[in-house]
């Protein structure tokens, strides 16, 4: 019986991610990981802080398969990202300022509108669309209802549209205006 559960206990092992495993995966993907950090956290210092939390997380987790260990390693970093910005707390509020003023020069441009979201909003559009987490996996992690998940993920694609028409020219976002339909510029206004 012992000899058994031994060889059991070894082939369980190697299904689940191991210390090595994760610094691997961070090594890997630290420009992935830490992008999903800035995005979330709209700063430098704290992208950083949620990487090194993320992957401390990652190397203390019990038991994840390595299938999983990507998925994982982002989730660790967006948990972290929650708790450091303090969205989770109650009320879901987040420190005053949103970004660290040293964001003039975020490239792509398109990178720049998601960073200037508000922390709820962009915390939602990041999850939800970037990250694809449902709404309720959403709900769940920043303590709030599918429906707030929702409305936020609404207003930040508003948010982020009026980003976009930013740098467009007038004449073309009146072309484009005019030839939708009616009833697609109620959904989207």
């Known amino acids: 019986m012992k000899i058994f559960n ?10 689940y991610a191991a210390a090595a495993d994760f610094c691997q995966l961070f090594r890997r993907e630290v420009n992935g990981l830490y992008l999903l950090a800035f ?6 210092s704290l992208a950083e802080k949620c ?17 999983w260990a990507h998925i994982w390693a982002r989730r660790m970093v967006i948990q972290n990202a929650v708790r450091i910005t303090g969205l989770h707390s109650e009320g879901g509020n ?11 020069s975020i490239q792509p441009p398109e990178l720049a509108g998601i960073v200037h979201l508000p922390y709820f909003e962009r915390f939602v559009f990041v999850m939800s669309v970037l990250e694809r987490y449902s709404d ?5 992690l920043l303590n ?10 609404i207003r930040a694609l508003q948010e982020l549209g009026r980003w976009a028409k930013r740098d467009v020219d007038p004449a073309t976002i009146n072309a484009v205006e005019q030839s939708r339909p009616e009833n697609v510029g109620t959904v989207l206004d």
Do not use: I, M, W, Y
């Open 94 to 104: 987040a420190p005053s300022s949103d970004h660290d003023g040293n964001d003039v």
């Open 144 to 153: 709030c209802t599918r429906g707030e998940v929702v409305a936020g993920r």
């Open 136 to 140: 309720q996996g959403c709900a769940l």
């Open 51 to 67: 990487f090194v939390s993320g992957l401390e997380d990652s190397l203390n987790a019990s038991r994840v398969f390595k299938e």
């Open 6 to 15: 031994a060889r059991q206990s070894a082939a369980q092992v190697g299904h």
């Open 39 to 44: 995005l979330l956290t709209a700063n430098r």
